[in-house]
């Protein structure tokens, strides 16, 4: 079965630049959220889209911006990278804000490392 | 603001033995999940928990949800070293959307 897809799998930056990361949801879902993992943390909220509109912020720093497009994929944009923005991001999507009896599905994660 | 708390946070057990993961949350839910994470690994969807007394088994991973109680456990039975992992309970709020709020996760080791 199809899963949410990441892309880059692994990210390489210097600080001060600006990296994208893409999210592919499960077909038919229409629902995606962004969460930072830093080195040995949980998972914390960014961002959410449903229907392509913002649906909840969460603590996404105002140097990020995300929007989800027509296709229903998603892009989390970084700039002014720093060096604790390195972390794992994971992109998880659902049908519905609820999901189908509240299935949310993770993708694999893009590790961005910030030198 | 939802705050989830786990415990404990770090489990060393012996292949073959019983243990339990406790999730204590603070505000009404509407869901909580239950994850696996490997170092450096995505989060495997173990557990969705909807109601008040739902207990789901998968294997040797059994968890339950008391709501009136706000709090989630992951029961652990006859531990095997494939087991070891992170354990991260996570909870959708009555007020916070659909967002997750994950606890601070479980470092469970299961020795030979």
């Known amino acids: 079965a199809a899963g949410v897809i990441q892309s880059p799998r692994h990210l390489i930056k210097e600080k001060r630049e600006t990296a994208t990361l893409k999210c592919y949801p499960i077909p038919r879902h229409d629902t995606v959220y962004w969460y930072q993992q830093g080195p040995g943390q949980d998972p914390q909220f960014l961002i959410s889209?449903?229907?392509?509109?913002?649906?909840d912020k969460g603590s996404i720093p105002d140097r990020f911006s995300a929007q989800q497009f027509s296709d229903y994929h998603s892009e989390l944009n970084m700039s002014s990278l720093e060096l604790g923005d390195s972390a794992l991001y994971f992109c998880?999507?659902?049908?519905?804000?609820?999901?189908?009896?509240?299935?949310?599905?993770f993708g694999e994660g893009s590790r961005l490392t910030v030198l | 603001e939802l705050k989830v708390e786990q415990n404990p946070l770090f489990l060393s057990m012996q292949e073959g033995k019983n243990y339990t993961i406790y999730c204590n949350y603070s505000?009404?839910?509407?869901?909580l999940y239950w994850y696996r994470q490997d170092p450096g690994k995505s989060l495997e969807s173990l557990f969705v928990l909807l109601s008040n007394g739902a207990v789901k088994q998968e294997g040797r991973l059994m968890a339950s949800l008391d709501t009136k109680a706000r709090l989630s456990t992951l029961h652990i039975t006859a531990a095997v070293h494939d087991l070891s992992a992170t354990y991260f309970c996570?909870?959708?709020?009555?007020?916070?959307?659909?967002?997750?709020?994950f606890g601070e996760g479980t470092q469970l080791t299961v020795n030979p």
């Open positions: 505000t009404t839910s509407d869901r």
């Open positions: 889209f449903y229907e392509k509109m913002q649906s």
């Open positions: 998880a999507s659902s049908f519905g804000l609820a999901g189908v009896a509240g299935e949310l599905f």
């Open positions: 996570a909870v959708v709020g009555k007020t916070s959307g659909s967002r997750l709020t």
